[in-house]
Structure formats: C-alpha cells, structure tokens
C-alpha cells in the first residue's frame, strides 16, 4: 500500500489504520517528495499502464474493480513453490494442493487524477 501511494502521489507515506484514538487525531502521514524531475516524466508511464490495467478490455484487473471513480491497479502473484524451467506441462493452480497455491496480490489507487485511496489486498493462495 506504501509504494502504490508513492506511485500514486510522488510521496512517500507513513499509513495508519486510524485517524482518532479515544477522541485524538493521530498524524496521519508524513510526506517525502522522493521522485527527481526526470523519476517524475517516467511515473506519469507507470502510472497511465495501471489505469490500463483495471480500464481496458484486456487489463488483468477489469473483472475485480467495479467503482464509478477512475481507479488504477496492478495485479500480481508470488508463488509459494518454485517450479523448474524444465516443467513443460504446468498444473493448474485450482489443480495444486491447496498450501502449494501461488498468493494473489492486487493493488489499486483512485482517484486516478488526484488520487486520496490506496487499497491492496492479498489472497492467500489464491492462484
């Protein structure tokens, strides 16, 4: 969630899960403009693909993102087990045993113009 935000803003953030404890603010964030001018030309691409992402019809994240804001996202997986280059016929992830399942990442942030919400989620081996 921290370096979507970066990715979002150009600044980096401390997250906190809330804004009051018992009647008092917390600081919510401190910001650190990070990115150089030349970081900054280049972000504006990354940032544009993650829009594509969950926007365009062949985005690995449309089918997830159902919201009327312009949202951006990266979806993702990490595997659990390493699986040799010489495996030509690779089994299905609903066909693995359940603890042997890559996790599934998706990441988003919107709005896309002047983004304010970061989500990310992880699903435990969730292919």
Request: proline share 4%; glycine share 6%.
């Amino acid at each position: 969630a921290r370096n979507t935000a970066l990715l979002a803003s150009s600044k980096l953030v401390t997250p906190h899960i809330a804004k009051t404890i018992a009647s008092k603010e917390i600081n919510a964030s401190t910001k650190l403009d990070i990115y150089t001018q030349i970081d900054k030309r280049y972000i504006k691409i990354v940032r544009q693909a993650m829009a594509d992402v969950v926007n365009t019809p062949f985005g690995t994240g449309v089918r997830y993102i159902q919201t009327p804001l312009l949202t951006a996202g990266k979806t993702g997986t990490a595997q659990v087990v390493g699986i040799s280059q010489e495996v030509k016929e690779r089994v299905k992830e609903r066909d693995m045993q359940y603890y042997k399942r890559s996790h599934a990442y998706m990441t988003t942030f919107a709005p896309f113009k002047n983004p304010r919400y970061v989500v990310s989620v992880m699903v435990e081996h969730g292919g």
